[in-house]
């Protein structure tokens, strides 16, 4: 069973920094699977922040965060970052990550994504 364990959230000011880190088990391999990185905040639809493909790396973001987090990943430690820099009081949320064997056209989606980690807490003050 694949199992994804977040850490590094917390409260932070506007313009400050955090690393957030999942930490992917249960398989031997997850060269074949996309890692995503996902934000839900109060009555609001969980929507999509960055995702990498675990074997060739490619990247992808929402606009929302393009220039500011940078979304990577370790091998030989199964565990995927996403540092987030110039942190705004919108960024406020409970980030996810996410793992599966998505198409290119699910990247974006949660829907495509069948395992979930437990969720962190992320707050930027103003």
């Given at each position: 069973q ?84 110039s ?12 793992t ?27």
């Open positions: 694949v199992q994804l364990v977040e850490s590094g959230g917390g409260l932070v000011q506007a313009g400050g920094s955090l690393r957030l880190s999942c930490v992917a088990s249960g398989r031997t391999t997850f060269s074949t699977y996309t890692m995503g990185w996902f934000r839900q905040a109060p009555g609001k639809e969980r929507e999509f922040v960055a995702a990498i493909i675990w074997s060739g790396g490619s990247l992808y973001y929402a606009d929302s965060v393009k220039g500011r987090f940078t979304i990577s990943r370790d091998n030989a430690k199964n565990t995927m970052y996403l540092q987030m820099n942190l705004k009081p919108e960024d406020t949320a409970v980030y996810y990550c996410a599966d064997r998505v198409p290119y056209s699910g990247i974006y989606h949660f829907k495509t994504y069948n395992y979930w980690g437990q969720g962190t807490q992320v707050t930027v003050s103003s």
